[in-house]
């Protein structure tokens, strides 16, 4: 029996509902650490410029502390500590990617034209019911699928930040999980990604469909909006033909369009989280997929949107992540290994076998069986050369 788990760092965001009071507070934290950030930069800056030596990190933060003791400078105090600090050290970390060369030169931060994010001071922050407690700002209901612990000094969390994204709060951290080994069951687990549904998946005797998330209603509601929403912003543009400048209603429409699409990559995305995790978590020792030919199916233009649509890249990409994590050996059979075209019973392997043909019938045994189940069942079966 092989173990699964072991220790990880996860990287989580979690969407916080702050009150009116609080969101206060974020906006001065947002607006300090742009301020600490350009400050820093003018100040190092001001040093090339008189040929003295770059200040490191450290040394900065100290230019900080002796700031707010000046006149006009209390209001840094109303600020995380931590916050200063962290900015400063992001600053230094820029410095020394453009000194690597790997990056160009730290440039000064326009408000609205920049990032609205700061860091917060990760050992004192923690959940506790149903509230992230973060120096400075207080307790902050938060809203999640994830199952957080509560509790202080739990967790280990890493570079926890605040964002402002699309309207929306959004607290974003790693997170050092507890060695949770579980046990690998013996099975093996075929999955075969189609069109029609998202994955067909073979466990020992039985069979789950996972269905395409497209094809809801809510999706299928939230697309037409999104239809809808740059229907308009086209004919918006037209009658403004003339006009270079974007008018408001423009701005508006096109904020919706934006707002819509999010809203339909974040259902698939989860989707394909979900999806993903309820198979790791039947806790097999290995699992087989097809080596999607993805790129070449994104040619042909009657597949294309439907193959995008179902993410089946991202599907991929995280069944092999989550795999690793447990320790479950993930193989991905060539794909011309004939996995459609083989009878699951006798073996026998069909000459022909057409796409719109959702039914197997062997022509050697009599088997009957639905196409993708068949599919499933042989990668579970697969033999490694
Ligand atoms: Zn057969």
């Not at 990190?57 to 931590?82: C, P, T």
């Not at 990604?193 to 039985?206: H, P, Q, T, W, Y």
């Not at 239809?227 to 701005?251: C, G, T």
Request: positive net charge.
């Amino acid at each position: 029996m092989q173990k699964g788990g072991g220790c990880m760092i996860r990287s989580y965001q979690v969407r916080l509902l702050p009150d009116q009071i609080q969101e206060q507070l974020l906006w001065k934290h947002v607006n300090t650490a742009r301020f600490v950030w350009n400050y820093g930069l003018s100040y190092q800056r001001k040093r090339y410029k008189n040929k003295e030596k770059h200040l490191s990190g450290y040394d900065l933060r100290k230019v900080f502390i002796n700031l707010k003791q000046q006149d006009g400078y209390a209001w840094l105090k109303e600020v995380s500590a931590h916050t200063i600090s962290n900015v400063c050290l992001d600053l230094d970390d820029a410095y020394k990617r453009y000194f690597k060369k790997q990056n160009g030169k730290p440039k000064f931060k326009k408000k609205n034209k920049c990032k609205n994010s700061f860091p917060v001071r990760k050992d004192t922050f923690y959940f506790n019911n149903n509230c992230a407690v973060i120096e400075k700002i207080g307790k902050v209901k938060y809203q999640t699928n994830y199952k957080l612990q509560q509790g202080r000094q739990i967790c280990k969390f890493t570079n926890p930040r605040i964002k402002y994204d699309n309207n929306k709060w959004i607290l974003i951290f790693g997170m050092e999980c507890d060695n949770q080994t579980q046990t690998l069951t013996d099975n093996s687990i075929g999955i075969d990604l189609g069109i029609k549904d998202l994955a067909f998946v073979s466990c020992r005797n039985e069979f789950r469909v996972f269905k395409n998330i497209n094809k809801t209603k809510e999706v299928k509601k939230i697309e037409k909006r999104l239809k809808h929403a740059q229907r308009k912003v086209s004919k918006k543009y037209h009658v403004n033909d003339n006009n270079y400048k974007k008018s408001k209603n423009i701005l508006k429409a096109e904020k919706r369009v934006k707002q819509l699409y999010n809203k339909l990559s974040n259902i698939r995305k989860n989707y394909i989280h979900q999806t993903t995790r309820t198979i790791v978590n039947m806790l097999p020792k290995r699992i087989v997929m097809e080596d999607l030919n993805i790129s070449g199916m994104m040619k042909n233009r009657h597949l294309s949107k439907a193959i995008q649509e179902q993410c089946f890249y991202e599907f991929t990409k995280q069944i092999k992540y989550k795999c690793e994590n447990f320790g479950i050996e993930f193989i991905q059979v060539d794909r011309f290994y004939p996995s459609s075209k083989t009878c699951s019973k006798c073996g026998h392997i069909k000459k022909e076998l057409k796409l719109s043909d959702r039914i197997y019938k062997c022509d050697n045994c009599g088997l009957v069986i639905d196409r993708d189940e068949n599919a499933s069942i042989n990668l579970m079966n697969y033999k490694v050369n």
